[in-house]
């Protein structure tokens, strides 16, 4: 194993130019792949925490009778509690999906 990364030395010192653009190559791959991660280290698998957190509540809507089942508002719903509260300071709306393959 030690004479393969010999040879592969000396090939690499035999071809200077090659060296140089494979050398290249694996930085700029690096550094694009650190900064992609740290984009989306950020915004998407860190959780967001409000400064509040003792003030942010869920809202879900039920049907009568039926203790456990709980639906999404409707988007003129959404529209209708934010723009007519006075209780909450602001509303925001998510939507959770699946996506896989459905196993």
Do not use: C, W
Not at 21 to 34: E, F, K, Q, S, W
Not at 36 to 59: D, T, W
């Amino acid at each position: 194993m030690i004479q393969d990364f010999k040879f592969a030395l000396r090939q690499l010192i035999k071809a200077p130019g090659f060296t140089s653009i494979a050398i290249l190559t694996l930085a700029l791959a690096i550094g694009v792949n650190a900064a992609i991660f740290s984009l989306v280290n950020g915004v998407i698998l860190k959780p967001v925490v409000p400064l509040r957190p003792h003030e942010v509540v869920n809202l879900f809507s039920a049907r009568q009778g039926a203790s456990k089942d709980y639906r999404q508002f409707s988007h003129q719903e959404f529209v209708a509690l934010r723009e007519s509260t006075d209780v909450f300071t602001d509303v925001a709306a998510v939507q959770f999906a699946l996506a896989g393959l459905g196993r």
